[in-house]
Each structure stands twice: as structure tokens, then as C-alpha cells.
């Protein structure tokens, strides 16, 4: 998701696919741009063509970047006789965030004493930022991020309906731009993404042809007898709009963890003698299975709150979809 500078002059962009193609419509119009607080800030309003075929773009003065936060903009546009209209959001921003929490959040939301409002640095926790995110990313499976993703799905054929069925990366999806299908090793196969059945919440898609008369004719098998799994080249836009917040706290948790390691606190007393005294700390088994469950334990804590994000095939390697 584009990010924009809070009251900085930015431009927003868009490109525009017909077909699998860069295309360019015969006219093009941002019919309104809302702040995160729903007010309309500007109505049809024309952008100007980009660097590339299918590429356009509008330039927001600063006054119009001044209240931060996620903001919606709808373009609409027509190619041949059909209007289509796509919405796209962008940030305004304090700062730019390259993983899900900015520095200045950290600070707002750390409980370790050693992060303050000025130490360390925002570049020192820019650097453990990274850090978690890439960590955050490989538990879940990717990023959770708002993105537009390009990605070949080996997909399982439904030869009984005539169709395919196919678990794609990220989730949740937001809307599909284009599903190409391999047909066999010279020939594909452009799928009508309006007969797709999207299953955003588990990135799922389910593409079914007219039963009675078949449409999809996928080669299943060579001459060699050895089967062919379909593969689809799958262009989506997927993820979140805005970082869930339990994300943003299990970033901050562990920004904290890797901090502490670094100042030396990540160690825990377990035995303490002085001459023949000795005190040993321990809690019930009872209350050690309670701190479990509810994962007060930082590291236990950190992976409850991001486990509902954990991507479909990451939580159900063994499925072929969200039902197995």
C-alpha cells in the first residue's frame, strides 16, 4: 500500500490490466478520494498518464495529505463499452513504516524500561523492526500486508465439475485481476475471474465451468502416461488494509525481546545461594498450565497473537483447501 508523507505533496497510481495486458481506457476519472474520517476531499478529478502503457496517476497537494491515517480513492474507468471502477487505498503516514509498526509506536506502546521517548534511536529501532518483521513473516508464512501479489498455484482439478480449485499465498484476498491457466506445455488458458468463487478470509478460489456443456479442456496426462497438475499464474491484490492490531503488539513484544537481549535482561533467576541458603521460585502446575493458555509468557503471548494470521497452508499444510 502506498504510503504518503503527512502533509507532504505525494501522487498515487494505479495500473490498469485488460486481459492479462497493460491497457489504456478510453477515459479515466478519480470520481472521489475519502480521509479516514469519511469526508470527501476531492470529486472527478483527472489524473495524468504514467511511465508506462496502463499506467496513471494523481499528484495530492499537501493540504490534501493532512490527516493521517488509511484513505480510500475511487477510480473509474472504461474500456471498449464497460465501465469498471477499482478502489484503492493508500496511508498518510508520520513516518514511512517498512515493517507492521513505525518507531514512534514502539514508544507509545513498549512497557520495557529501556525504550524511551529518545533512546534508542529511530534508526537502532528501525533495525530491530526489520528484524521482527522478518521473523513475524516467516511464522506466518508471508506478509500479511496489503500488496498486489503475483504468484504460479499448483492447482487441484475438479474434473467432475469441469473446474479448478487453487490456495493462493496470501490472505485475505481483496479482489482477483487475472487467473491464466496452463492448458499444457504450448497453450494457456485466461479463466473469467467473475466465475470465480473467492473464499477471501482463507485465500481460496474455486473456479467452476457449465456442466453441461465443458468449456475447460485441461490436459491431465502426456503421452507418456506421467499425469499433469494444472498450474495458474494468479494475479491478486490480498492482505490488510490497515495492520491488525494485535500484529502491531506482537511486533512490539518482540522488538522488546530482541532489545532485551541486546542490554543483557533476557536471562531469568532460577537458583539464588547465599552460604547454606538457598531460594529456588516456582509456580503450581496448575497456574503454570493457566500462564500457558493464556500465553503470559512473552514468547507464548507473541505467537497467540499472531496465530490467526498465520497464512492457510501454514496452519493446514495437509489440506488442499480451507474444508481439506
Known sequence: MDQLLLNTQDLISIDIYYNNVLTTPTSITITQITNPNGVVILTDVIPTVGSTTGRYEYTLAADKTS?????????????????????????????????????????????????TDTDPTDEILQKYIDRSTSIIDTYLGDSIGYAI??????????????????????RPIISLTSVQLDQGPSNTLDLDVDYIRINNEAGYIEYFSDISVPTLRICTFDPSASQIIPVATVVYTAGYVTIPDRVKTATVMMVEELYKETEGDDKQLQRF????????????????????ELGLKNARAITKLLSPYRQSYKRFPFALGPLG
Open 67 to 115: 490527516t493521517l491515517g488509511v484513505h480510500t480513492a475511487i477510480w473509474q474507468f472504461v474500456i471498449g463499452t464497460t465501465t469498471y471502477e477499482h478502489i484503492q487505498y493508500f496511508e498518510v503516514v508520520s513516518s514511512i513504516r517498512t515493517g507492521y509498526v513505525t518507531p514512534y509506536e514502539i514508544r507509545q506502546k513498549s512497557v520495557y524500561s529501556k525504550i
Open 149 to 170: 501479489y503475483t504468484e504460479k498455484r499448483r492447482c487441484v482439478l475438479d474434473k467432475v465439475h469441469n473446474g479448478i480449485h487453487a490456495q493462493l499465498s496470501h
Open 273 to 292: 545461594t547465599i552460604d547454606n541458603i538457598t531460594e529456588v521460585y516456582e509456580t503450581s502446575k496448575a497456574e503454570d498450565n493457566a500462564i500457558t
